[in-house]
């Protein structure tokens, strides 16, 4: 009877003759939707993406274009473009064999190099290189072999074939993981040094930003009534870090309202 070493030899060889691909032997990293919490977004799977691949794009009334892309789970992003295919990419090397791979960013928003954790933002969202339309192609990679996307330890298969059967809310940065939350906001913000400033320091564009904490300040009201005192710190698209914005410009609360998109209320500062 053969050995169960030349067993296991027999097997490999099989696998390889017949390009099956095996169960990893490295666990995967516990990955995370790779856009921001509380977000719903739809996905589907084109037959001639070979590597098991997902493009996603924004079923919760958002815009997918611009929105941010995040690292499903930490480890070292590389950035990389493609004209023909990926557009703006990057790949994420998770270690133990694993990597994650973005494609078509409009933007890079990381070095070619740098270490990322979870939740941590590496581009926004476009249709760079050979797209239709702003998405997220979204691949996990086991030794450079596409493996069935999981979300959570989740398996997303079996796998639609367009968009709008299958949904995915994520929860990646939620509740202040990295100490940032996720909000959208539906308009410009002017961004002001303090809560109590009247001088403008800078420019939140509108759409999926992160925030740090909030500030009780002065009051923000329009001529139909609505209002907010909070004030939101945050980096600003145009001018300076560590400035405030109000809640005022949140697209999913009320007045005197500063939950992240997730609906957690954002902790003071």
């Avoid at 799977?45 to 690292?71: I, Q, Y």
């Avoid at 270690?95 to 740098?114: D, M, V």
């Avoid at 500030?215 to 400035?243: K, M």
């Amino acid at each position: 009877m053969p050995s169960r070493r030349a067993l296991s030899v027999l097997l490999a060889a099989v696998i390889g003759l017949f390009g099956l691909t095996a169960t990893p032997a490295q666990a995967a990293p516990a990955f995370k939707a790779p856009y921001p919490c509380g977000q719903q977004w739809t996905y589907s799977h084109h037959s001639a993406e070979v590597r098991l691949a997902l493009d996603f794009v924004r079923s919760d009334g958002g815009s997918t274009a611009g929105t941010p892309v995040l690292a499903s789970a930490s480890g070292t992003a590389y950035r990389y473009y493609q004209s023909g295919g990926a557009g703006n990419y990057v790949v994420v090397d998770h270690g133990g064999g694993w990597q994650t791979y973005y494609f078509h960013l409009a933007a890079f928003s990381i070095s070619h190099g740098q270490g990322v954790s979870q939740g941590q933002q590496l581009g926004t969202t476009g249709s760079t290189g050979n797209s239709s339309g702003a998405h997220i192609h979204y691949e996990q990679l086991y030794n450079g072999v596409g493996q069935t996307i999981r979300i959570n330890g989740v398996s997303l298969a079996p796998y639609p074939g367009s968009y709008y059967q299958k949904y995915l809310t994520s929860d990646n940065g939620c509740s202040g993981q990295s100490g940032k939350y996720w909000v959208d906001t539906f308009a410009n913000a002017p961004g002001y040094a303090s809560p109590t400033s009247t001088t403008q320091t800078g420019t939140l564009y509108a759409g999926t930003n992160y925030v740090f904490c909030k500030v009780w300040g002065r009051e923000i009201r329009d001529g139909s009534g609505n209002y907010n005192h909070w004030w939101l710190r945050t980096d600003l698209d145009v001018g300076p870090a560590n400035q405030y914005v109000s809640a005022y410009y949140l697209s999913r609360w009320g007045n005197d309202e500063a939950r992240d998109n997730n609906g957690t209320v954002i902790p003071n500062c």
